[in-house]
């Protein structure tokens, strides 16, 4: 990957060896035989030259596509480079391979992808048809761990197939999309490449029997060219608000905002919180508690961002895709970024409402 790697004449050759391109045939070995080598590829990458960056993701594109390779342009299309995301986005990032072994065809009759919560958790339940049979399951997924566990019946009866979707739409603390099979099939792939070799085997069972043993290395979403354009800071903080009030969940509730809403309301006579006037428990809030989560809430926005993309709702997807992207910069990192204002000011004014009562993570 040396930009600077000069190329060299075999003396006892007429042929011409490219040094860099013997080092991409490695790399793209390596992540053959190990996909887990996905993320030191990616950090390799992050630290050249974007030139020469640039040069090996056209390569990658074009290369075989197989598991590791998928992690890995699924890893560049979040860099913190825009030239990168762009050219992973540009090059189509639909990352698929062919099915190992020829997985049998399945047909899929239904989908249901709910919103994520506070925490970052959300479901997939997809239902298939195949060899005569339906089979439906449902994921619960988590932005950082992948896929943690699976709900699953096989040759449902309608009856059957119907009552796993209501238990899901009932477990859901907000939106569902129904019936968006990329989208469905898309965020089950991200979350498969996450949860990666700690997959719980009946994970991995129910995804070989709903979409197929070669699902294992299925389709990534892509990510829209308008969530990386520049946005000011009013419209941007605008934005913010605007995606926090559709996922009400998305507050902190932790000892220290609890603690630091009761003091505000203390010394202000219970005033609300105010980002001027309580600018120190603001600034010790987020260098304490919420810089540490930055990267689940970058998460949780992209997993909205195609939500709300399947939904049909633009505006939204694009403001969370947009505050996704700022996240995986660390110069965004700091306590006056509008969405880290917003999120601070609704958890402490929620806290606020909640002092003392059994919401109240120190009531025990």
């Not at 040759?155 to 859901?172: C, I």
Request: proline share 4%; glycine share 8%.
């Amino acid at each position: 990957m040396d930009s600077g790697a000069q190329r060299i004449e075999e003396p006892e050759s007429d042929a011409i060896v490219d040094p860099s391109s013997a080092l991409l045939d490695d790399l793209l070995e390596g992540l053959e035989q190990d996909p887990e080598q996905s993320w030191s590829a990616f950090q390799g990458l992050e630290a050249i030259d974007s030139e020469s960056r640039l040069r090996i993701v056209a390569e990658l594109l074009d290369a075989k596509r197989g598991e590791g390779l998928n992690r890995l342009l699924l890893l560049l299309a979040g860099s913190r480079d825009d030239q990168t995301r762009a050219a992973v986005a540009g090059g189509g990032r639909t990352f698929a391979i062919e099915p190992v072994g020829g997985a049998p065809s399945r047909r899929l009759l239904r989908s249901l992808v709910t919103a994520v919560d506070g925490e970052g958790a959300g479901g997939v339940v997809v239902s298939t048809a195949h060899d005569g049979g339906v089979s439906a399951a449902a994921f619960l997924c988590d932005v950082r761990k992948g896929v943690l566990d699976v709900l699953g019946v096989v040759d449902a009866d309608p009856a059957a197939e119907a009552e796993l979707y209501a238990q899901f739409v009932e477990l859901s603390t907000g939106q569902c999309v129904e019936d968006a099979p990329d989208l469905a099939v898309g965020l089950l792939a991200g979350s498969l490449m996450l949860s990666a070799r700690a997959t719980p085997p009946a994970v991995r069972s129910w995804l070989d029997a709903t979409l197929g043993a070669g699902f294992h290395t299925g389709s990534f979403l892509a990510m829209k060219p308008e969530w990386s354009v520049p946005v000011d800071h009013a419209l941007l903080a605008e934005r913010s608000w605007r995606v926090l009030e559709e996922c009400p969940g998305w507050v902190d509730g932790s000892t220290l905002t609890f603690e630091l809403a009761e003091e505000i309301s203390l010394r202000e006579r219970r005033a609300a919180a105010d980002p001027t006037r309580d600018s120190g428990a603001y600034r010790y809030l987020f260098e304490r508690r919420l810089i540490h989560r930055l990267e689940l809430y970058r998460r949780m926005l992209l997993w909205m961002a195609f939500f709300w993309d399947a939904l049909g709702d633009d505006d939204l997807a694009t403001s969370a895709g947009i505050l996704a992207g700022q996240l995986a910069d660390e110069q965004y990192a700091v306590p006056s970024h509008p969405f880290a204002l917003a999120l601070t000011t609704r958890s402490l004014h929620e806290a606020q409402r909640l002092l003392g009562t059994a919401a109240d993570p120190r009531s025990t």
